[in-house]
């Protein structure tokens, strides 16, 4: 759906990488946008960089994430005012993988996303979403420190016994 700004990260992916033949596009899930966003990946010349994997079940989807580098979240306010309703679980289950991100400066992404793990940039923002992509590209070091960075905050802030205890101080 718009309000998810998948288009933003075709482009800026488009921008950075069209025609690296080592860069790829991993998308996941489907939806009514679905035909315009392919549309977005032939204008932009990247079909032969993305792969299309549709819906999955939880336990492919977590084996496809873990294969990602970077995980893209550019999400934003849609026109007709639709917006995240909360922390999005894919991107605490990526960072649990170690997959840093690059998150939207949109409603709660910024609050879920790991500090040394992530990089927060402006929805709507194309050539900041495609310098991000092409920093970490050109700096492996840093992406894998962000890896282990967005892990660890994943673990100690959104396991099962973090959220057990935190439900328990609300109810007591």
Known sequence: ?????????IRAFARAFRGRCDARLLSVGGGELEHELRRIVLKERISDQITWRGRLPFERFMAAIATCH???YPSREARNGDSEGGAPVTL?????L???????????????AAPRGSITL??????????????????PDRLA????????????????????RSREAIYD
């Open 70 to 72: 970077v995980g893209l």
């Open 92 to 96: 605490i289950e990526a960072q649990w």
């Open 1 to 9: 759906v718009e309000k998810k700004g998948f288009d933003l990260g």
């Open 98 to 112: 170690g997959v840093p991100s690059i998150v939207s400066s949109h409603d709660d992404l910024p609050f879920v």
């Open 145 to 164: 420190e962000m890896s282990k960075a967005a892990s660890a905050y994943s673990r100690a802030h959104h396991s099962v016994a973090d959220n057990v």
């Open 122 to 139: 402006p929805p709507n923002d194309l050539d900041a979403w495609s310098e991000a992509l092409l920093l970490l590209y050109r700096d």
